[in-house]
């Protein structure tokens, strides 16, 4: 085994350890919630390792480093999801290799989607990203739709051809009410979840908690936790 697969074995070991604990002190079982490791900086050599380890989902959020890395990676059963606000004009390309959107905040966005979708033949998981730090703008600092325009985003994905509504995606916000209170922002979301579900009953995906705040998204109910640096390392300094 090679000292990069032996370090990334031993970190997804101890996500695991982490998420189990998570599961259990919950009351919830352990397949209940779908690791997701986000990759961006990353190679694809680390993505292949990864697969090797028997990771199944993994996340990018930039499709300039996503695209490549998706096809060096196609011969391998992963599931990709893209991560990060998503420009239009970005669309086409990332409708090439993404499973899942899990960033979808507005309209426009909804529309090219669906477009590209259509054209690829290809059916797309939509989450809707919601944003519980959206001021008078209706929008977060990193994206995301404010809470009250969930209903409205929810039903143009549901009845827009090639695009699925498979749930809603947050990030714990580092301003508003919310900051530094991860567990009631995921408590937030689980209540918003629960409400979409009545419309959109097949709308499960929860999406929430990263390396640092895991174990509060596992307990506030989520389904999905997008982990990045507790399995890859720090991250390379950009620029």
């Not at 039903?155 to 530094?180: I, K, N, Q, S, W």
């Not at 995921?186 to 705040?213: E, K, N, Y």
């Amino acid at each position: 085994m090679t000292d990069r697969k032996t370090e990334l074995a031993g970190n997804l070991a101890n996500v695991e350890r982490r998420i189990t604990a998570a599961c259990a002190a919950a009351g919830r079982e352990r397949d209940e919630v779908t690791l997701i490791v986000v990759t961006k900086t990353y190679p694809a050599s680390d993505v292949r390792i990864l697969s090797e380890l028997g990771v199944r989902h993994v996340a990018e959020n930039r499709d300039q480093d996503a695209a490549p890395k998706a096809a060096a990676c196609a011969d391998l059963p992963l599931k990709w999801h893209f991560v990060g606000q998503l420009q239009t004009n970005k669309v086409r390309s990332v409708v090439g290799y993404a499973d899942f959107v899990q960033s979808v905040d507005r309209d426009r966005l909804v529309t090219a989607l669906s477009r590209e979708a259509e054209r690829a033949g290809r059916e797309v998981g939509c989450l809707i990203q919601v944003a519980l730090d959206a001021g008078t703008s209706g929008r977060g600092d990193r994206g995301g739709v404010a809470p009250g325009g969930i209903e409205e985003l929810a039903g143009l994905v549901a009845g827009a051809p090639g695009l699925r509504l498979d749930g809603l995606m947050t990030v714990a916000p580092l301003t508003g009410e919310y900051a530094g209170r991860e567990q009631a922002a995921f408590d937030r979301l689980m209540d918003l979840s629960t409400d979409l579900r009545r419309a959109h009953p097949a709308a499960t995906m929860v999406s929430a908690g990263m390396s640092a705040d895991l174990e509060q998204a596992v307990a506030a109910g989520a389904t999905h936790v997008r982990v990045g640096t507790a399995v890859l390392g720090v991250r390379p300094r950009l620029g």
